[in-house]
C-alpha cells in the first residue's frame, strides 16, 4: 500500500527557514505528481506547492511563490519543500500526498497523504 511520511516540522520564528521532505513508498510513481498541502486550526485544507514525478513542472499558490521552493527526487521517492521567510500566518499541520496525473492544486485530486507535520511560526 502506498505509504507517505512527512518530517521536519518544528517550531521556528518569524523570517526563519524551514525544510519539510516527504517519503513515498508502496509502487511506482513515475507520471505521478506530489505536492504539499497545509491545514491551520479552523481552516480549509489547502494547496501550497506540487512537482511532476520528472521535476520539470510546479506549481505554487500565491502565498508559496518566492519563499518556498518545492523539488524531487524520484531515484529516492522523496520530495522537500524549502520554505523561507517564514511568517505566522505559515504556521499549520503540513501534508505531503500524491496523485496519479498531471500537476494539479485540487486538493480532492490527490489519493494518498500523510499523516503531517507540525510547523509553528512564533514572534
Known amino acids: 500500500q502506498v505509504q507517505m511520511v512527512e518530517s521536519g516540522g518544528r517550531l521556528v520564528q518569524v523570517g526563519g527557514s524551514l525544510r519539510l521532505s516527504c517519503a513515498a513508498s508502496g509502487r511506482t510513481f513515475s507520471s505521478y505528481t506530489m505536492g504539499w498541502f497545509r491545514q491551520a486550526p479552523g481552516k480549509e485544507r489547502e494547496f501550497v506547492a506540487a512537482?511532476?514525478?520528472?521535476?520539470?513542472?510546479?506549481l505554487y499558490s500565491e502565498s508559496a511563490k518566492g519563499r518556498f521552493t518545492i523539488s524531487i527526487d524520484n531515484t529516492k521517492n522523496t520530495m522537500s519543500l524549502q520554505m523561507n521567510s517564514l511568517k505566522q500566518e505559515d504556521t499549520a499541520v503540513y501534508y505531503c500526498?500524491?496523485?496519479?496525473?498531471?500537476?494539479?492544486?485540487?486538493?480532492?485530486?490527490?489519493?494518498?497523504w500523510g499523516q503531517g507535520t507540525q510547523v509553528t511560526v512564533s514572534s
Open positions: 500526498a500524491v496523485r496519479s496525473s498531471g500537476i494539479s492544486r485540487r486538493v480532492s485530486s490527490y489519493s494518498y
Open positions: 512537482v511532476s514525478w520528472s521535476g520539470r513542472d510546479t
